[in-house]
């Protein structure tokens, strides 16, 4: 695996637990931490989209 690969896939599993903990808990990390989608939030979630996008590949890979 790629190391683009493992930090997208970093990427996306924090993003799955942010999301976790807002269908649970009504807790969003991201804004605990960075503040209501101030500059560095929505980078944030900007990096965790792509992340998404990137992992698709990582379905069709056969290595």
Same mark, same amino acid.
């Given at each position: 695996m790629k190391i683009i690969d493992k930090i997208a896939l970093v990427?996306? #599993?924090i993003g799955a637990i942010n999301w976790g903990?807002?269908?649970f808990f009504n807790f969003n *990390?991201?804004?605990t931490i960075f503040g209501n989608m101030t500059m560095i939030a929505r #980078?944030?979630?900007a990096l965790v989209g792509i992340?998404?996008?990137w992992?698709?590949?990582l *379905?069709?890979?056969h290595d």
């Open positions: 990427l996306v #599993i903990l807002i269908g *990390l991201v804004e #980078i944030i979630y992340s998404g996008l992992a698709i590949k *379905l069709f890979d």
